[in-house]
Structures are given as structure tokens and as C-alpha cells.
């Protein structure tokens, strides 16, 4: 008799675990593999591959940042290309100063926030640039990264003068 109770005990336990996991709905959200995308081609976008700089002047960063999904930060980094080595991802190339070495160059890497949720985000960003920091040729790196981790790059060449 008790051996017949623990075979239905154990029966009604499976019943329900079988019921319990049959319940459980799958996650059928897709998964994001697309890359973010950085436009820099609007008319007030700012700047573009070959653009000059002012030293001493205040410069206003503008680009449209857009993922499938969701877009997570983004970065900027600007920094010498005095010994004309190669970030850009642009067509066109710029004319080059001559190699030189590093004095006083410019250094600028911040990173920024998205608001979440965005999946279209217009970055504007002002960057001051010293009155004292070394003309030449520079590179304007834009890292933007969506939630999932995906990440595009986008390398212009610019002068400050």
C-alpha cells in the first residue's frame, strides 16, 4: 500500500513538473547582431573628413547615431597624426602636413551616455580646444556602441590650425 502511494505521489509530482515547464514560455526575442550606425553626412553635421579646427575656439561635435534596437554610449577621441599613421574609414584623403614629432598635441577621449531606449540619438557635443595645444594633422575617432555590445568606428581626418 505504501509503495501504491509514493508511485501516485511521485506521479502527481511528475504531472506537475511536466505541466510547470510545459507552462514556461520561450524567449522569442531576436537577437541583435546588427552593428550601430554613425551618419555624419547631414548638413550640420560636424566634422567631416578634411575639416579644420581653430585652436583656441569652442567647436560643436554633431552626428546621428542610429541602432536597429537599442544604442547604448558613445565615444569620441581626438588625438595627433602627427607620424601619419591611419585610422580613417573615409574615401577621400586628406592633404597631409609634413611628419613631425609631437610637442604639445592634443588630447581629447570622453565617453557619453544614450538615454535608454533610444534607438535613433542625435549626438551634440561642444570640445574646446586650447589656444596653446600643437596645429597639425589629427584624427576625430567616433566609437558608438548599441546594449547588446556591438560597435562601429568611424576614423575622419581633420587639421586644427
Same mark, same amino acid.
Given at each position: 500500500?505504501? $509503495?501504491?502511494?509514493?508511485?501516485?505521489?511521485?506521479? %502527481?509530482?511528475?504531472?506537475?513538473?511536466?505541466? *510547470?515547464?510545459?507552462?514556461?514560455?520561450?524567449?522569442?526575442? =531576436?537577437? &541583435?547582431?546588427?552593428?550601430?550606425?554613425?551618419?555624419?553626412? %547631414? =548638413?550640420? %553635421?560636424?566634422?567631416?573628413?578634411?575639416?579644420?579646427?581653430? $585652436?583656441?575656439?569652442?567647436?560643436?561635435?554633431? =552626428? $546621428?547615431?542610429?541602432?536597429?534596437?537599442?544604442?547604448?554610449? *558613445?565615444?569620441?577621441?581626438?588625438?595627433?597624426?602627427? +607620424?601619419?599613421?591611419?585610422?580613417?574609414?573615409?574615401?577621400? +584623403?586628406?592633404?597631409? &602636413?609634413?611628419?613631425?614629432?609631437?610637442?604639445?598635441?592634443?588630447?581629447?577621449?570622453?565617453?557619453?551616455?544614450?538615454? %535608454?531606449?533610444?534607438?535613433?540619438?542625435?549626438?551634440?557635443?561642444?570640445?574646446?580646444?586650447? =589656444?596653446?595645444?600643437?596645429?597639425?594633422?589629427?584624427?576625430?575617432?567616433?566609437?558608438?556602441?548599441?546594449?547588446?555590445?556591438?560597435?562601429?568606428?568611424?576614423?575622419?581626418?581633420?587639421?586644427? $590650425?
Amino acid at each position: 500500500m505504501k $509503495r501504491e502511494n509514493l508511485v501516485k505521489t511521485l506521479g %502527481a509530482f511528475g504531472l506537475l513538473g511536466i505541466l *510547470f515547464l510545459g507552462s514556461c514560455k520561450k524567449d522569442d526575442k =531576436a537577437v &541583435d547582431t546588427e552593428y550601430p550606425t554613425i551618419d555624419v553626412s %547631414a =548638413a550640420d %553635421a560636424f566634422p567631416k573628413q578634411c575639416s579644420e579646427i581653430k $585652436r583656441g575656439e569652442t567647436f560643436v561635435f554633431k =552626428a $546621428r547615431l542610429k541602432d536597429n534596437v537599442q544604442l547604448g554610449s *558613445f565615444s569620441l577621441d581626438v588625438h595627433h597624426n602627427f +607620424d601619419h599613421h591611419s585610422h580613417s574609414t573615409e574615401v577621400n +584623403d586628406c592633404t597631409m &602636413d609634413p611628419v613631425k614629432t609631437p610637442v604639445n598635441p592634443f588630447l581629447y577621449i570622453k565617453s557619453f551616455p544614450i538615454p %535608454a531606449g533610444s534607438s535613433s540619438y542625435s549626438a551634440s557635443v561642444e570640445i574646446p580646444v586650447p =589656444a596653446d595645444i600643437e596645429p597639425g594633422d589629427y584624427h576625430f575617432m567616433i566609437l558608438v556602441t548599441d546594449a547588446e555590445g556591438w560597435q562601429t568606428i568611424k576614423g575622419l581626418s581633420i587639421k586644427i $590650425r
